[in-house]
Nanobody
């Protein structure tokens, strides 16, 4: 079984910064992708950023240049460093882990419990 534990959300003023942390534990072998999604009230869950175990990264256009997503493979931990936060970044942020086989085919998908990020003055 796989578990994801998130931390680091909170309230921040516009222009401020926050760091989210997600640590994965359990049966994690081989290739995978870890990432962050967010869901604002009344909206669908959307990809914020993800990074594969090989280091390939994707960012949503709305966060490119403001957010970064480093990870520590040895610790199965991924971070989301958020700078220049805007009110429209307000959402519940969810950590995601997708396990993949040697061909890149998904073999498992796991979610964290979510952490609230509120950007407001």
């Amino acid at each position: 079984q796989v578990q994801l534990v998130e931390s680091g959300g909170g309230l921040v003023q516009p222009g401020g910064s926050l760091r989210l942390v997600c640590a994965a534990s359990g049966s994690i072998f081989g290739a995978n992708a870890m990432g962050w999604y967010r869901q604002a009230p009344g909206k669908q869950r959307e990809l914020v950023a993800d990074i594969t175990s090989g280091g390939n990264i994707r960012y949503a256009a709305s966060v490119k240049g403001r957010f970064t997503i480093p990870r520590e493979n040895a610790r199965n931990t991924v971070y989301l460093l958020m700078n220049s936060l805007k009110p429209e970044d307000t959402a519940v942020y969810y950590c995601n882990l997708e396990l993949r086989d040697t061909t890149g085919w998904p073999t498992g998908n796991y979610w964290g419990q979510g952490t609230q990020v509120t950007v407001s003055s």
